[in-house]
């Protein structure tokens, strides 16, 4: 059950990125899941 939060987590975090890209309000979102990212 684990691995479905992963991916579900993993996916929803691309598509927010991906539409915070299109709009063009990269920089904060970005620099917030940098922060919240272990890498």
């Known amino acids: 059950m684990k691995a479905v939060w992963i991916l579900v987590t993993l996916a ?5 990125t991906l ?10 979102i970005q620099g917030a899941l940098e922060g919240a990212r272990p890498s």
């Not at 929803?12 to 927010?16: E, G, R, S, T, Y």
């Not at 539409?19 to 904060?28: F, I, Q, T």
């Open 19 to 28: 539409r915070v890209r299109h709009h063009g309000l990269d920089a904060p």
């Open 12 to 16: 929803l975090a691309a598509f927010l």
